[in-house]
């Protein structure tokens, strides 16, 4: 890699350093809203008269596969990017996506029937499912371990606003009549798609990915525009962030081509623990519930709790607010207090929740079930606080960097196919069972907590290069570089010597 400024453009109009990175999260975080937006909006929708009109008054197995098909897209979204995305590169497999959206988004706003609604909602599920396994990957990739949880997890809160803008807009739309009614809230999935491709387009390569494709100059030239104003390729913060990526490079390529069984082997790396926990905590997030209320608030609270449907719209509009709200809390605490813990008080507060909505529920009373709305309010609270955003973060976190992009569309495979599960049977089991569907959810919830005790480490404030070494065990000697800027190199052992790794232990138990 040579030492002269390259002749690259700067990105997004000049911007760099902070400004820059701020540039970025804004552009993955608008993916997200739109991600937040597709998931509720259609919640509000199917209650409405010409909406079941139009689809010919589908019964609860149909409206089920309506919603959930979108999933399946998702899935195989997550899928084509485990094939492809690592040849693509992040920015253009996002932009792929995004554009993959576009087309979907006009499908269902043009849709007249069932069959074309299906169709639609998987071509938007498709683009959806390359952006949730690519642009995780691409955010965590180019922000700094000091701050990485907390604007990475900027995009959970934007998952939460997304929701919340699409409750409140089917709310706004309900008093309108005819297609108006849900065509309109359905084609506002344009004009978020298009935002985040004005921005994208704008900004660089993931440098991690410009590296491990022969563009190390390139890579270089992102990581000095990530720097305050005034820093150069040649600066030895530039100069150690490339060390600590190559040399990782390196020495993970050393297996020659990544290969699928890879990610089942049980070898010094742990690769088979590590996708296990990507994925793990994806089906965590799923399982938990949360998207049957997200997905279904306004039918659950028309058919269990006996709210009317303004009622039940304006209701969830709120809860759509408090999702939001508390999906702030990883901003400001998560890379202080840590992964672990909080998903460990999240799932039993959530399990909670669920045991005091299903026995206010089975009592039959009136006064009772609407008592019930208060801890919708809290589960949804609580989820926003942790299982919202963090996922997205934490399964590349934990991943190998070898394998992070086959084994992030792994774990986003799981969240699809297990959001998929959720979405379809949720109208299916309050339509026979009711309330006991919510002792099912409590138990999942409460099954969490010691699994996440027992086998998750905490990632918070460590370069990615740091975490492989969580699972490594690797011995690390310190060595200070850069005087006065307080930066420290260390040597692991098996690696070349200058490998940059600030090595923290984790303990026994859960490594």
Known sequence: MSLHQPAFKPYFFGVRGSALITTITIASSSAFLL????????????????????????????????????????????????????????????????????????????????????????????????????????????VKPSNRGRLVSFQGSMIGFGIFISYWIDYGFSFTEGGVAWRVPIALQLLFAGVTICLLWFLPESPRWLAAHGREDEAAW????????????????????????????TAEGRGGPVRWAECWENNKQQNRKRVLLACGINIFQQLSGCNA?????????????????????LVGGLIGLVFFLFSAYPLIFLDKWGRPKPFIIASIVQSISMVLIAILLSTGSATA?????????????????????????????????????????????CNWICNFLIVEITPILISRIQWKTYILFACLNALWAPLL???????????????????????????????????????????????????????????
């Open 35 to 142: 991600l937040g937006y597709d998931q509720g909006v259609l919640s509000g929708l199917l209650t409405g008269s010409h909406f079941l009109k139009v689809f010919d008054y589908p019964n609860a197995e149909l409206t089920g596969t309506i919603v959930a098909i979108y999933d399946i897209g998702c899935l195989m979204g997550a899928l084509f990017t485990a094939c492809y995305g690592e040849v693509m590169g992040r920015k253009r497999a996002a932009l792929v996506g995004l554009s993959i959206m576009i087309v979907g988004a006009i499908l269902q706003t043009s849709t007249f029937g069932t069959a074309q609604m299906i169709v639609a909602r998987t071509v938007t599920g498709f683009g959806n499912g390359i952006n949730a396994a690519t642009i995780p990957m691409y955010n965590a990739e180019m």
């Open 222 to 249: 992102v990581l000095a525009q990530l720097e305050p104003k005034g820093t150069e390729v040649g600066d030895e913060v530039v100069q150690m962030r490339m060390r600590e990526i190559t040399t990782a490079l």
């Open 293 to 313: 209320l997200v997905y279904y608030i306004p039918v659950l609270l028309e058919q269990t709790v006996g709210l009317s449907r303004e009622s039940s719209l």
């Open 369 to 413: 079930a609407k008592a019930s709305v208060l801890f919708f309010f809290t589960y949804i609270a609580i989820f926003g606080t942790c299982y919202l955003g963090t996922p997205w973060l934490y399964g590349p976190e934990l991943l190998p960097l070898r394998l992070r992009a086959r084994g992030s569309a792994l774990a986003t495979g």
């Open 453 to 511: 005790w027992l086998y998750y480490p905490d990632t918070a404030r460590k370069s990615l290069e740091e975490i492989d070494a969580l699972f490594t065990g690797e011995e690390v000697v310190p060595v200070v570089v850069g005087e006065g800027k307080g930066d420290v190199e260390m040597e692991m052992g098996g690696l070349e010597k200058g490998a940059v790794a600030h090595v923290e232990r984790t303990d026994s138990r859960r490594s």
